[in-house]
């Protein structure tokens, strides 16, 4: 069994993931547990293996607070593009969007969302997806929020504005069970349909039963731009007043030129909010462009549309043509420059992928018609419009940790296009603090010890004897990832040797 091979990892700073100063020394690992520390401790012992890194840097494995891996880790179980970078667990079911609980009002949408993965959905529950993912022996482990866009479809499908007192009652039953077989907590997409139909006594009565076992809400504010510190507030009122104690903000941002501004009110909210009780954190990948379905941008009644109603709408020309009309009116020439096309299945836009729209022949708008009429559920964009300052300073703040928002993929392309970030977060993370002048241990925690905690994950996130011996190794000086979309499956530079469970999952 590779997981029973002993290794002694030797010549190494140990940064143990608390924060506590570096030390140098040697690691022996065997049963895919960390059997002694410190230089010397593991005596004479002698292992099978032998791994020595000129006075590399050896961390936890990192972990990835803000992942959608649902369905491309069970897919792709290698997960090249996330222990390349060191990260062996990431929280999935982000933005309001798990892949479970399932119930014939929402199987057949998320069968089409995931279409690209060819894997199918054959479980009901939290329990019943753990252990089908686990049937495909991943190379990193993923912990789970329960979607409340996911959980509000369970229980009412994805057309539904307001939720009868049923469907409410029947969402949060839903939602308690997954809590009871072992979700972190909630995460909310109120950007998303249906969760921009929730009101808040409806985000209020999520969070309740959240609080009720001291559990986590994550959110996708309902804006992140125009709107954002009405959004923020009205989560942490919802907090408030549901009792929750714990309130993460989901790739905190200040979108927009218009809005960059806003930090110093947000995050003077979010430390108003800590000192009365709700403890507020976030996570923040290190890149200025965000990337999500392309359809966001649809205006009007078209925005209130799933994607596969989308879809359907826009196979007829005469729609595409009305709605380019719309689009093109609600945007500036310039505009379509600062919208890239990641991903499409959509054939006659395959060699635009990783170009602003703006290349997308000479009607920008009539191109996104046709490429949501082609693949609406897989169509993805990158969005320019945030600020390199604002980065800078969400990435100081003492509560925010390392997310991706991105997947785990394979090396090759086989499920499309990504944005850079899903091969790059963490080591451009750990760069940016590091240049910043925080200390490699503070680095290190703020991707391991601190999302650990926040996330109330007791076995993980600290170097420690008797833990699970999932480690990365890494050399801090050759930290560097690319930001190119248009080649954005490039692996980063700096980590040298990720271990899950003792068992190497990369090695350079
Ligand atoms: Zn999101």
Not at 70 to 90: I, M, R
Not at 186 to 199: C, D, N, R
Request: aromatic share 6%.
């Amino acid at each position: 069994m590779s997981g029973s091979c002993s290794i002694k990892i030797k010549n190494v700073w140990i940064a143990d993931g608390s924060g506590a100063p570096l030390r140098k020394g040697e690691v022996l690992v065997g049963d895919g547990r960390i059997l002694a520390l410190e230089p010397g401790a593991s005596g004479g012992a002698a292992a099978e293996r032998i791994l020595e890194f000129r006075g590399a840097v050896l961390a936890p494995g990192f972990i990835d607070a803000h992942g959608h891996s649902d369905l491309s880790l069970p897919a792709a179980p290698e997960a090249f593009s996330k222990v390349s970078q060191g990260v062996t667990c990431e929280i999935a079911g982000n933005c309001g969007l798990s892949a479970f609980p399932l119930t014939s009002r929402n199987r057949e949408h998320l069968e089409e969302l995931y279409a690209n993965y060819s894997f199918p959905l054959t479980w009901d529950t939290l329990a019943g997806y753990r252990a089908r993912v686990a049937e495909c022996a991943p190379a990193m482990d993923m912990e789970l929020l329960a979607g409340h866009n996911t959980l509000r479809a369970a229980a009412a499908g994805y057309e539904k504005e307001t939720l009868s007192p049923g469907e409410l009652r029947e969402m949060l039953r839903l939602a308690d069970e997954t809590l009871e077989q072992g979700a972190l907590g909630f995460s909310f997409g109120l950007l998303y349909v249906p969760g921009k139909f929730a009101p808040e006594s409806e985000v209020t009565a999520l969070m309740r039963v959240a609080a009720k076992r001291d559990k986590i809400c994550t959110v996708h504010l309902r804006s992140e731009g125009d709107r954002l510190l009405e959004s923020l507030e009205e989560m942490i009122l919802c907090a408030r007043e549901a009792g929750l104690k714990k309130l993460h903000v989901s790739h905190f941002k200040t979108a927009g030129a218009a809005n960059f501004s806003k930090l110093d009110r947000a995050i003077e909210m979010i430390r108003e909010a800590r000192e009365r009780g709700i403890r507020v954190t976030c996570d923040r990948y290190p890149y200025t462009r965000s990337m999500t379905q392309l359809s966001v941008i649809l205006p009007g009644k078209w925005a209130d549309l799933d994607d596969s109603a989308i879809g359907k709408r826009l196979q007829a020309p005469e729609a595409r043509l009305r709605l380019a009309e719309e689009i093109r009116n609600g945007r500036s020439a310039g505009y379509w420059d600062t919208v890239t096309l990641v991903s499409t299945a959509a054939p006659a836009y395959q060699s635009q992928q990783g170009l602003p729209l703006s290349s997308c022949g000479p009607d920008p708008a009539l191109a996104v018609t046709e490429l949501l009429a082609a693949d609406a559920a897989g169509t993805t964009a990158a969005f320019s419009g945030m600020s390199k300052e604002n980065l800078k300073r969400i990435l100081a703040l003492p509560f925010t940790v390392a997310g991706s928002d991105g997947n785990a993929l394979p090396a090759d392309e086989r499920f499309g296009r990504a944005h850079p970030r899903a091969f790059g977060t963490l080591p451009r993370f750990l760069k940016q603090l590091l240049e910043s002048g925080v200390s490699p241990e503070e680095a290190v925690r703020r991707a391991t010890g601190l999302t650990a905690e926040i996330f109330g994950l007791k076995e993980r996130g600290l170097v420690r004897t008797g833990a699970m011996a999932d480690l990365v190794i890494f050399d801090p000086d050759e930290l560097e990832a690319p930001e190119d979309f248009r080649s954005p499956a490039t692996p980063a530079s700096g980590s040298l040797c990720t271990l899950k469970a003792g068992r190497t999952v990369f090695s350079r």
